[in-house]
């Protein structure tokens, strides 16, 4: 059945990851390693596939920030969706920073640093990703492997570095069709294959956006709901196109507003984070960030008339949705305009929820197609669909268009579950 979805409505509390690029390496977090110390690995108390790391189990000096995320709470997020001004005051909450380091054995991995203060967050993501690991199918979704306790009091979640880029990055570098051409001689495939960048741009982004939706039908099916679906939350294992996708891994991360939509959770039983701290004293304390997003949902859904708690729970699938088909919006558009566009993904939500209401499909394409640096975007979307469907012999009567249009209706209960959004990029 098709999930309940919601009316645009202003957000009171919006949480958004932005991924920024930190042109300089961090220092080195970890003390120096001294005597090396054979211990046998502890268990984390989340779940038991999970280690607990500690400082010695760490290349000293491996440690390098390549990136940060703000979590931020903005009381108008975007123009037009409310009444009234931008909140002048609202500022970053969260820095957490990325890191790159190694392992002792060799391996190497990425670090998620949260600050004492967010420490419910991370807690959050935690079990975000233990539920869906514990389940088996993750393969879309970050795999995390255990974490680390800062000197500070800072929480480390160690992740596995088998995808490193974010989607983000990628579709502002790519370069346009017209432009790869100029940058490079022809060769021998070109003469055999005159549309061979824009076929490598069509497989490339096929399985990119496939592999996103698949992760976010896994997360859905172990009831958990993501809340935080931003380009920045793809991650790549390339961004190489040359390959036209077929060497190309993606997966979702930054489950740390993550929601679980059990029986039990929206019964009034313990959320994830909660669940963390089962057992623990002291459990008590201010309601944070994530409880204020989690909270802040539940309003909006009884606003769009969600009474029952099936009805709740496909409300925020839904919304979660949305936020992925104005993401693969705003990645197919960006990365076929070339690397000096200044589109950015505000932009494209207000045009598709403000400015066209959802109509997607001929008043926003029409819109777009008045400019020629988005012709080779609006060809990819109008092509997709047009071949065999998901069984390989009943064509799919929908385009892109179409697909994007259904994913962010501004009908709730008209939106398409994620599973159902694959028979295009099957």
Known sequence: KNPA??????????????????????????????PVRRSTPARCRAT??????????????????????????VEEPLPGLAEGPEDPKAVPEATVRIYNGELEDGREVCLKQYPRLFSELARNEIFGHSAVQAAGK?????????????TLGETWLVFSSECIYPASYWAERA???????????????????????????????????????????ELHAQNILHQNVTPDCFLLSTTDERGGGQT?????????LCVSVTEASLRGGGTLAELWEAGAEGRGGPAGARREHEEDLWRRAERGGCSTFVQKRNFGIAEDVQQMGLSILFLVLR???????????DTVRRYACVTFKGEVSTELRDFVLADTEYADAVAYLDGLGSGPGADGDT????????LLEAMVDPDWRRRPTAEACLTLFR
């Not at 509390?13 to 390693?33: D, E, K, L, Y």
């Not at 490079?184 to 496939?210: E, I, K, Y």
């Not at 064509?395 to 179409?402: I, P, Q, R, Y």
Request: contains cysteine; hydrophobic residues 45%; proline residues 4%.
């Open 138 to 150: 993750c393969a879309h979704v970050c795999e995390l492997l255990g974490t680390y306790k800062g």
């Open 48 to 73: 038991g596939d999970l280690r607990a790391f500690v400082a010695h189990d760490f290349v000293s000096g491996s440690l390098k920030q390549v990136a940060e995320l703000s979590l931020r709470r």
């Open 335 to 345: 990365s076929f305009a070339g690397q000096e566009s200044e589109l950015d993904f």
């Open 248 to 256: 190309l891994k993606a997966k979702l991360r930054e489950l740390s």
């Open 5 to 34: 979805a919601p009316v645009i409505r202003p957000m009171a509390t919006v949480a958004r990851a932005t991924a920024v690029a930190v042109a300089r390496p961090g220092p080195s977090r970890f003390p120096s390693r001294g």
């Open 395 to 402: 064509a799919v009567d929908l385009d892109g268009w179409g």
């Open 175 to 217: 370069r346009a069709i017209g432009e790869q051409r100029q940058a490079r001689n022809w060769t021998l495939l070109n003469l055999v294959d005159p549309q061979l960048d824009l076929n490598r741009r069509t497989a490339f982004l096929n399985s990119m956006v496939g592999q996103a939706l698949k992760g976010l039908a």
